[in-house]
């Protein structure tokens, strides 16, 4: 990643996101507070058994207000004073994890869903020059397994590291109060920790980073094959695409190897630290029993604290350094909502209910970088109802053309009107849904049949959707499929063969009902009388509309009121049968030809 998201804003970012679960996260936050006096009561049965059951000194006087005046103290009633202690805070602290683990679970499924909704919602909205370019299996990546990273960083790291403060605080205060030397020979340590800490941070969040990214690569191997399975299967590719997938994994475990090698180093580094701070408490403390500094079961006392003052500076430790992946992974989501959708929209949109179809491109020029242009300066007018053929090679710049009039992208000069306004005027949601569209490869969901057609208008209901088969010829071959309209069509619609797609698709055209009908070689892939029984419905579905149609085979067009005909992004030829003239032909062709090389 070219710019460092830093720690901190990280952080809060994360925390705005989770505004709404805060609550959740303070009640967990207080639950694990718990932890502390839990903690600082774990070794007391261990010193009222060493000091008062086997030695002869007083219970502790806060202990002896607990027993009542009646039972007389004693090496038995302590033992069991003991015991019940030891019982008590065992099952207070089962019962605290679990509760937290119930909590934690809830919140952070909570706080996951919400990042990836959000994630999902503005990945849609990105610009398709970016999806095409990033990948789509990189986005995936990044909703699925990057937005964990919100609960990972808000429960799992962040939340143990105060909860480790707070304990580490209370743990230094009993242990200064029983031997303030221990407590600070035992402090001495920190500095080190700290040192390490931030060496190792940054090398684990740089070498996460690139293990997210080679992962995401992986990944999208798996995806590609999967999608190009036939391919891949008719050209005996099964082998190579293995190697590929192989190679490129066994990056992903070199990578993991190097990362293991630095979070293991660094264990071990704050391992042998603890052990000398240990080493230096137990000489300090053996010299405090022999001079009566303090008592065996104190000493006792004092090292199982140590044992829990350490835990929790290592927890801090080893969750800054375990928090690298977390944040690593938070980054990669953070930058991909901060990628800016290429087609703004209007601050004050214009609504639009449903357009005339009257369409004018004036001097359009688009370009996909600087040097990938891909029209220039396009001009013609569209009255409502006409029928428009578009004409010219691969490459020409025909599918830019509808991109733009859809505004998956918007032009680089010039405008595009819609009945005398400008695209960018009318909102985006409103716009689109001036449009139906049919594709060459028509593009169907893996569910039934029925909820394909009523993609176009899912409050539509049975009638509605049968109508639009029947208008697109499509009923009948539907009511023979074994589900009827409830058919799976399997992942995009792989059970059908491709007529029966695109008469779907064609019946998804219908239901929709929009003004303005965009057609990119719908019958290029279907056999002669197929296309007929297409082309027979496309007819009705062309009437009363503005329709735009891409074919090669010049006889689909025979019908249309003007042609258009794209040569190297450059509008070189427009056709307008007389025949087909409204109003002034003489006029209207002068306009046409504003612009035409």
């Known amino acids: 990643m070219a710019n460092k998201i830093s720690d901190f804003t990280i952080f809060r970012r994360l925390l705005d996101l989770s505004r709404p679960y805060w609550w959740h996260i303070a009640v967990i936050f207080l639950v694990s507070l718990l932890s502390t006096p839990l903690a600082l009561l774990t070794p007391l049965p261990l010193k009222i058994v060493v000091d008062s059951v086997i030695g002869s000194h007083a219970l502790p006087p806060f202990l002896e207000a607990l027993l009542p005046a009646s039972i007389p103290p004693s090496s038995a009633n302590a033992l069991i004073l003991a015991l019940s202690l030891l019982l008590t805070t065992s099952i207070l602290i089962y019962l605290q994890s679990l509760l937290i683990w119930v909590l934690k679970t809830y919140t952070g499924e909570k706080l996951i869903l919400n990042f990836r909704s959000k994630l999902f919602r503005h990945a849609q909205r990105l610009s398709l020059a970016h999806v095409e370019t990033k990948g789509t299996t990189d986005i995936i990546y990044r909703i699925q397994y990057d937005a964990p990273?919100?609960?990972?960083?808000?429960?799992?790291?962040?939340?143990p590291f105060i909860t480790a403060g707070f304990t580490l605080a209370g743990m230094i205060y009993v242990t200064a109060v029983i031997d303030w030397q221990l407590a600070l020979i035992a402090l001495v340590i920190l500095p080190a920790l700290f040192i390490l800490t931030k060496v190792c941070r940054r090398r684990l969040r740089d070498r996460w980073a690139t293990v997210k990214d080679s992962e995401s690569s992986a990944m999208s191997i798996v995806q590609e094959v999967m999608a190009a399975i036939r391919v891949v299967k008719a050209f005996g590719s099964e082998k190579f695409e293995e190697n590929r997938f192989v190679n490129q994994s066994g990056k992903n475990v070199r990578l993991h190897i190097r990362l293991a090698l630095i979070e293991g180093g660094f264990d071990f580094l704050v391992g042998l630290t603890i052990a000398f701070g240990t080493m230096a408490v137990i000489l300090v403390g053996v010299m405090h029993v022999q001079q009566n500094l303090i008592t065996l079961g104190q000493l006792l006392m004092v090292m199982a604290y140590l044992a829990q003052l350490y835990k929790p500076v290592e927890t801090i430790s080893k969750n800054i350094a375990q928090l690298q992946s977390s944040l690593a992974s938070a980054e990669r989501a953070f930058s991909l909502l901060d990628e800016k959708p290429a087609v703004a929209e209007s601050p004050e949109p214009k609504s639009l209910s449903r357009a005339l179809g009257k369409v004018a491109f004036e001097n359009v020029s688009f370009a996909y970088g600087e040097n990938r242009p891909a029209l220039s300066d396009i001009s013609f007018?569209?009255?409502?109802?006409?029928?428009?053929?578009?004409?010219?090679?691969?490459?020409?710049?025909?599918?830019?053309?509808?991109?733009?009039?859809?505004?998956?992208?918007?032009?680089?000069?010039?405008?595009?009107?819609?009945?005398?306004?400008?695209?960018?005027?009318?909102?985006?949601?409103?716009?689109?849904?001036?449009?139906?569209?049919?594709l060459q490869e028509p593009v169907l969901f893996s569910t039934t049949v029925a909820e394909n057609i009523a993609y176009a208008n899912p409050d539509a209901d049975e009638n509605a959707i049968i109508e639009a088969a029947k208008a697109a010829n499509a009923h009948d071959f539907i009511t023979s499929l074994p589900g009827g309209y409830q058919t799976q069509v399997g992942e995009r619609g792989a059970r059908l063969s491709g007529g029966e797609r695109q008469r779907i698709s064609l019946a998804r055209a219908f239901l929709k009902n929009a003004p303005i009908l965009i057609l990119d070689e719908p019958t290029s892939s279907v056999d002669y009388k197929t296309e007929n029984v297409i082309m027979e419905a496309i007819e009705r579905l062309m009437k009363g509309r503005t329709t735009f149609i891409i074919a090669h085979r010049l006889s689909t067009l025979d019908n249309c009121d003007l042609r258009l005909h794209l040569k190297q992004g450059s509008l070189t030829e427009i056709k307008f049968p007389p025949a087909k003239a409204v109003g002034n032909p003489a006029a209207l062709n002068e306009s046409l030809f504003s612009g035409v090389a």
């Open 149 to 159: 990273s919100i609960q990972s960083v808000m429960l799992s790291g962040l939340m």
């Open 381 to 438: 007018e569209v009255e409502q109802g006409m029928r428009v053929g578009i004409t010219g090679k691969t490459g020409s710049g025909k599918t830019t053309l509808f991109s733009l009039l859809i505004r998956f992208y918007d032009p680089t000069a010039g405008r595009i009107l819609l009945d005398g306004v400008d695209l960018r005027e009318y909102s985006l949601a409103d716009l689109r849904n001036q449009f139906s569209i049919m």
